[in-house]
Structure formats: structure tokens, C-alpha cells
Nanobody, 115 residues
Framework: VHLVQSGAELRKPAASVKAACKAS????????IEWMRQAPGQGLVWMGR????????KYAQQFKGRVTFTAYTSTSTVNVELVSLKPEDTAVYYC?????????WGQGTQVTVSS
């Protein structure tokens, strides 16, 4: 199982950003993909999850209205989009999946929000 994420992004405040998580090594549609982030010096924060089969989503309250997950079964990829960026959104964003009881993580995508 591999989760490979897209590269680092630099954005200005109020902009939006997309990051991708490409899965391989398992049946993509059978497992949820979750997104977390970790800001500098802070703990991991759960952002939400997406059902890779039907695209159903669940978002953490603090991100509702600003975050969107999209699953593309043809490419086994899940995207996260975050809009109205603030400097506090600067963090490493991670995707993860639990496959057959084992957790797998992407390598992380650094998103920096700075004017």
C-alpha cells in the first residue's frame, strides 16, 4: 500500500490550495481516505474523511465550509481543497488510509500561507 502526495505549495492569504493523494497497492474503493494536518509546533488535527467508493464526506466542524474532498476512482486519487486561506493554515497536510487493520500515511504536503 502506498499513498503518494503532491508537492509543497505556497499561497497568499485568501487564496485556495489543492493537494492530491494517489493511492496504490489496494482496492481504492473499499477504504476511506482521511486527511489530517499538523501546524508548526502543534499536534495532529483531523480534517475529515471521504468514502472513496461513493464520494461521501465527513468534515471536522472547524473546517466545514472551507474544505472539500474529492475522490477520483479512475486514478485512485483523492484531492483536498482548502479555500480562504489564512496564515494559520500553514501546516503539513497528510492523507491516510486504514487497510485491513493497518494504517498507511502519505509523506505529507507542506502548505505555506504567507503574504
Amino acid at each position: 500500500v502506498h499513498l503518494v502526495q503532491s508537492g509543497a505549495e505556497l499561497r497568499k492569504p485568501a487564496a485556495s490550495v489543492k493537494a492530491a493523494c494517489k493511492a496504490s497497492g489496494y482496492t481504492f474503493t473499499r477504504y476511506y481516505i482521511e486527511w489530517m494536518r499538523q501546524a508548526p509546533g502543534q499536534g495532529l488535527v483531523w480534517m475529515g474523511r471521504i468514502d472513496s467508493e461513493d464520494g461521501g464526506t465527513k468534515y471536522a466542524q472547524q473546517f466545514k465550509g472551507r474544505v472539500t474532498f474529492t475522490a477520483y476512482t479512475s486514478t485512485s486519487t483523492v484531492n483536498v481543497e482548502l479555500v480562504s486561506l489564512k496564515p494559520e493554515d500553514t501546516a503539513v497536510y497528510y492523507c491516510a488510509a486504514t487497510v485491513l487493520g493497518r494504517d498507511y500515511w502519505g509523506q505529507g504536503t507542506q502548505v505555506t500561507v504567507s503574504s
